[in-house]
């Protein structure tokens, strides 16, 4: 069976913190191994991580933890005294002197041998046969993707010596792996003396050398830095439990020493793994160091630091409140603090409000809620001391949307919505007054927190209350109702909202509270541009609404008056006005009074007329009083001659008659209408154009004077006559006209 040996690029993947401890007095390796045993971790080893650590400085020679292990074909510096595998070797020129060869008789001419040159991160190490290969080779083979014959075909290739250039020290080492098929063999020994039971010197210089591991020299011992756990428990405002992990190589250990440094030193000699520490101050930061002490010497210290509880909180009190907000005061703890922590609940969540004084005020609560205030003095940002606890309400928020209801004229009622945040109930309180200034404050004469609250308002605006004014209705209440009130009076009214069983009351919000006022009784006095109102009312009012409208014209007129009358002018004439008269108390209204009246009709302007045969077109301006305004108009055209009368209203300015007697005179009458009122007419003659005819008369002449009916004085005479009797049947009232008859040259 053939055995490789491959040197391996190892590196430590946990590196944990050493320190290193030459020694000055000599003693053989294995004096020196059970002594740095005993004080320390064991010989110091040597890697690529801490060689320059170990070589710097040297003056002598010391003995480190290597060992030669001839029991390990090609093995025997493959391991350190504690167990740890070679990674780094650094050896003399020549060193270390290999065992003699060894070869049967029947053996093969030996392999050429294999050289390796190693620097400050080559690793060596032994590998078996292919069904034997140690661990570390098995991953890397692993990692390569190769086969253990894989590596031994490139092994042969690359057989002879070769030299690399190290980071540090360059050396050489020559190996023969013989191959051996019989029992019987031959050893020869290389040049130089071969030690059996060798151990490894480092030379001043940082290179390796074998020596005979009973002579006498300085070593150096090594330590892994300690690092042990320390807690500290039932920590008070004056006291703390420290307890520690046992330090490395307990047995050498003969005790630990503690400091505790702060405001106040303190050291403790302990034997077990624990100290009570006293008399500390509360609020203060302390550190603990525990050293144990090993040989005479102490090792890394295990380190804690802590602070002491801060005392309680004395004499908390709650000064004031507001419906949001609450005023905390205490004095100040024993010992040290950094802050005050105040935690409260707030809709179901613990909030916190840091305060830097021995007073705070917490804002943002819930109006008419119980709190329970948690003060307690704080250090280090968490660590919170004794708490003191005190409870309290908030005042309740004031009622919201208050307002009166249409009252009648004997009932008050009045609604409001729930304050914002929690109650358990509410007060109202009812009075009578004279003055709307008096309520725009409210205080109740037995109740010293609302005096308090008013202290800065003027009397002359506050209605103060008596008990017997008010009373107090469940939380589940929104509105009142008082009957039997006078009517037409003035009532101030305040609501509050109460909460701690009805005994905190919060601000008490005013209203101006009236009951109905009665209607006045109207009258209406007009002209033809002016109406005159006046009126009466029973029972108390405060003022009085007074409208006046039209259809006729863009019109309407509103005025608020105190007095029991109130003179509307210019005006137009002969238009239809609507009077309402309101009582007014506060923001009550009576049922409003109503009267319409006419203002009284002037004389159109300009009556005109045209006719035809038939029809007579009559048209006109407007008076002047009722320019605008949009009026009606009663015609009437009449003729005397045939006893008819025409006749029509209409709101325009014109109208036209038809069916009429042709050549007929009219006498034609406009007038403005308002109401069952009449103006003056305006009048107008027209005459229809005639349809003409001709009348022939003869006239038969008699008489007993011969001659006589021929002469024309007596004709003349006839036609006048006739003429005046024509007339006094017809006169103008028709269209008539009386002439001679021509036949031939001659006048009938």
């Known amino acids: 069976m053939n055995t490789l040996w491959l040197p391996l690029l190892l590196g430590s993947v946990i590196w944990a913190e050493e320190q290193y401890f030459p020694q000055s007095f000599n003693a053989s390796w294995e004096n020196g191994s059970l002594y740095c045993r005993s004080c320390f971790k064991d010989l110091t080893t040597i890697t690529s991580r801490n060689v320059h650590l170990i070589a710097q400085n040297l003056s002598s020679d010391y003995w480190v933890g290597l060992r030669s292990n001839s029991s390990i074909l090609m093995g025997e510096w493959s391991k350190w005294s504690n167990g740890d595998p070679v990674t780094y070797q650094n050896w003399y020129p020549g060193h270390p002197v290999p065992s003699p060869i060894c070869s049967s008789t029947t053996q093969s001419p030996p392999s050429t041998p294999m050289t390796s040159t190693q620097a400050s991160t080559v690793t060596s190490a032994s590998v078996s046969s292919k069904n034997d290969t140690c661990p570390i080779l098995s991953e890397m083979l692993l990692c390569l993707n190769m086969t253990c014959g894989d590596l031994e075909t490139s092994i042969g290739m690359c057989k002879g010596t070769s030299t690399v250039t190290p980071k540090t020290t360059t050396y050489s080492t020559t190996f023969n792996a013989p191959t051996t098929t019989e029992s019987t063999s031959n050893c020869k020994p290389y040049s130089g003396q071969y030690i059996r039971d060798a151990c490894v010197v480092l030379l001043s210089s940082g290179m390796w050398k074998e020596r005979d591991c009973n002579i006498s020299l300085p070593f150096i011992c090594y330590e892994e830095r300690f690092f042990g756990q320390i807690n500290i428990s039932n920590v008070t405002t004056s006291t703390g439990n420290v307890s520690w992990s046992e330090g490395p190589g307990a047995k050498n250990i003969s005790h630990y020493r503690v400091e505790v440094t702060g405001d106040k030193t303190q050291t403790f000699i302990q034997t077990e793994l624990f100290q009570y520490i006293e008399t500390l101050t509360a609020g203060t930061l302390y550190k603990v160091q525990v050293f144990p002490v090993k040989c005479d010497r102490d090792l890394n210290p295990q380190n804690i630091s802590f602070y002491t509880l801060p005392s309680g909180v004395q004499n908390l009190t709650v000064l004031s409140v507001t419906n949001v907000s609450a005023n905390l005061n205490w004095s100040k703890p024993d010992g040290n603090h950094d802050f005050y922590s105040v935690t409260f609940i707030n809709a179901s969540n613990t909030k916190e409000h840091k305060c830097n004084n021995e007073g705070c005020t917490i804002t943002d609560l819930i109006p008419g809620t119980e709190y329970e205030f948690t003060v307690k003095a704080v250090v280090n940002e968490t660590i919170g001391g004794v708490p003191s606890n005190i409870s309290d309400y908030t005042k309740p928020s004031t009622v919201r949307n208050l307002r009166s209801a249409d009252n009648d004229s004997t009932v008050i009622m009045v609604f409001w919505d729930p304050p914002t945040g929690n109650h358990s109930g509410y007060r109202y309180c009812l009075k009578e007054v004279n003055n709307s200034l008096e309520?725009?404050?409210?205080?109740?004469?037995?109740d010293s927190s609302n005096t308090a609250n008013n202290n800065n308002t003027n009397s002359s605006n506050t209605t103060t209350f008596s008990v017997t004014d008010c009373e107090t209705v469940d939380g589940?209440?929104?509105f009142i109702k008082k009957a039997n009130k006078s009517d037409g009076s003035m009532f101030c009214l305040c609501v509050a909202a109460l909460?701690?069983?009805?005994?905190l009351s919060g601000e008490m919000v005013p209203i101006l509270s009236y009951t109905k006022?009665?209607?006045?009784?109207?009258?209406?006095n007009p002209s033809s541009q002016t109406i005159f109102a006046n009126w009466t009312v029973k029972g108390k009012y405060e003022k009085f609404e007074v409208n006046i409208t039209t259809d006729a014209?863009?019109?309407?007129?509103?005025i608020i008056t105190a007095n029991l009358n109130y003179s509307f002018n210019n005006l137009k004439a002969g238009v239809s006005y609507i009077v309402s008269v309101v009582t007014?108390?506060?923001?009550?209204?009576?049922?409003p009074a109503y009267e319409s009246e006419f203002t009284r009709p002037a004389k159109p302007r300009g009556v005109k007329a045209t006719t035809t045969k038939t029809t007579i077109q009559v048209s006109w301006e407007a008076p002047t009083e009722s320019e605008g305004a949009s009026i009606k108009y009663t015609v009437k055209c009449y003729t005397a001659f045939w006893k008819k009368s025409h006749e029509n209203q209409t709101a325009y300015r014109s109208i036209r008659f038809t069916g009429l007697n042709p050549g007929t005179k009219y006498e034609c009458n406009v007038s403005v209408?308002?109401?069952n009122l009449e103006s003056l007419p305006e009048t107008v003659h027209a005459k229809t154009e005639p349809e003409k005819r001709t009348l022939v008369l003869t006239m038969l002449c008699s008489s007993k004077n011969s001659l006589h009916c021929g002469k024309i004085e007596t004709r003349f005479e006839l036609f006048e006559k006739l003429k005046n009797i024509t007339y006094e049947k017809f006169q103008?009232?028709?269209?008539?006209?009386?002439?001679?008859a021509k036949t031939g040259n001659n006048i009938l």
């Open 732 to 740: 103008d009232l028709i269209h008539w006209n009386m002439s001679w």
């Open 517 to 524: 006022p009665k209607t006045v009784t109207l009258f209406l």
């Open 476 to 478: 589940t209440e929104t």
């Open 499 to 503: 909460t701690k069983s009805n005994n």
């Open 673 to 675: 209408v308002a109401g």
């Open 553 to 558: 014209y863009s019109y309407s007129l509103q």
């Open 439 to 446: 309520c725009t404050y409210c205080n109740i004469a037995s």
């Open 584 to 591: 007014l108390n506060g923001k009550l209204r009576s049922n």
